[in-house]
C-alpha cells in the first residue's frame, strides 16, 4: 500500500492487528444484505420488532447493550417509521402537486417529509454504528488532529 497500511482483510490472514482497522462482522452475522420487507408491504413494519433486531445486532457485532441506546435506538425507529410513511404516501401523488385550487404547482410535500426522515435516519445509525461507513472508522483516530499531536509529545513530529 502506498501509505504503509494494511487493509483490514490482510491483517485478519496474517493474524495481526491494524491501528485503525475497522470493526470485523462476526462470522454468524456475514450475509448478503436481504431486501427490507418494509419497502414493499409498509405495513410489516413495527418499531418494536425494529428495535429488537437493531439491538441483537449492535448486541452480537458490537457487544454493547447500554440502556441508555435505547433513547436513541427509539429515535432511529420513529423516523425511520416516518420514512416508510411518507414514501408511501409520495407514490400516492404526482412529483408536482396543484395547490391553491389549481392556481400554483408545487413539489410534492412527502418528498421533503421523507428526504428529511432519512437524513436523520442516517445521522442515527452512524451514532449506534450502523453504516458501513460508521463501521469502518470505528476506533480510527485522526494522526494529524491537534489532540492527536498533543498525545503525541513535544518532540514527535
Known amino acids: 500500500m502506498a501509505n504503509g497500511k494494511l487493509p483490514p482483510e490482510i491483517h485478519v490472514l496474517k493474524g495481526s492487528k491494524g491501528q485503525n482497522q475497522g470493526v470485523l462482522l462476526p462470522d454468524s452475522m456475514k450475509a448478503r ?7 414493499r408491504k ?7 420488532s425494529f428495535v429488537k433486531e437493531t439491538a441483537e445486532y449492535l448486541y ?6 447500554s440502556d441508555q441506546d435505547k433513547h436513541t435506538l427509539m429515535m432511529l425507529a420513529d423516523q425511520l417509521e416516518v420514512y416508510i410513511q411518507a414514501r408511501n404516501l409520495q407514490d ?11 392556481k400554483t404547482l408545487a413539489p410534492n410535500p412527502f418528498i421533503a417529509i421523507a428526504n428529511e426522515a432519512m437524513k436523520n435516519c442516517v445521522k442515527l445509525m452512524n451514532e449506534l454504528g450502523l453504516t458501513p461507513k460508521s463501521r469502518l472508522s470505528a476506533g480510527r483516530t485522526e494522526e494529524a488532529s491537534p489532540v492527536a499531536q498533543f498525545l503525541k509529545g513535544p518532540l514527535a513530529r
Open 33 to 39: 444484505i436481504p431486501f427490507a420487507e418494509w419497502a
Open 42 to 48: 409498509p405495513e410489516l413494519f413495527t418499531k418494536e
Open 60 to 65: 452480537q457485532v458490537y457487544g454493547i447493550g
Open 92 to 102: 400516492s401523488y404526482p412529483l408536482v402537486i396543484e395547490i391553491n385550487a389549481g
